[in-house]
């Protein structure tokens, strides 16, 4: 893997990680259904079924559906970024050539910008910065 192609694949798995678990489903479900996929990796009836379960349009019939539900609640209330995220994006860039210190460096900038854990309260504000006029 080139750098380039490190950096548009954390890119990508950035903005998979902010879209949230639904939104993911969605778009799995739309490339599924896409005639341009060929041949579809996954299973379109499960995954469907799955996502009715998940929007209320059918109610739990099993011990599958009620853990499934469970597991959804999780993902929805939990962090937008697992617990090795950044580990795994930091090797990926070492991996493609990147020093470590490099690749430590740019996982940081992204973190900082995108992770809302590490947002502080100063980044909330909603406060114009001062501008001296000349």
Do not use: Y
């Amino acid at each position: 893997m080139t750098p380039d192609t490190a950096l548009d694949n954390l890119a990508l798995a950035v903005g998979f990680q902010l879209m949230g678990p639904d939104a993911r489903r969605t778009l799995r479900l739309a490339l599924l259904r896409s005639p341009e996929v060929h041949p579809p990796k996954g299973s379109i009836e499960s995954l469907s079924r799955l996502d009715d379960l998940l929007r209320g349009v059918r109610p739990p019939e099993t011990l599958k559906d009620r853990l499934d539900l469970e597991r959804a609640e999780r993902e929805r209330n939990g962090p937008v970024f697992f617990a090795d995220f950044w580990t795994l994006q930091t090797g990926d860039l070492v991996r493609a050539g990147f020093s470590e210190e490099r690749a430590a460096d740019i996982i940081d900038d992204v973190r900082r910008r995108v992770d809302p854990a590490q947002w502080s309260t100063s980044d909330l504000s909603m406060e114009k910065p001062e501008c001296s006029e000349a």
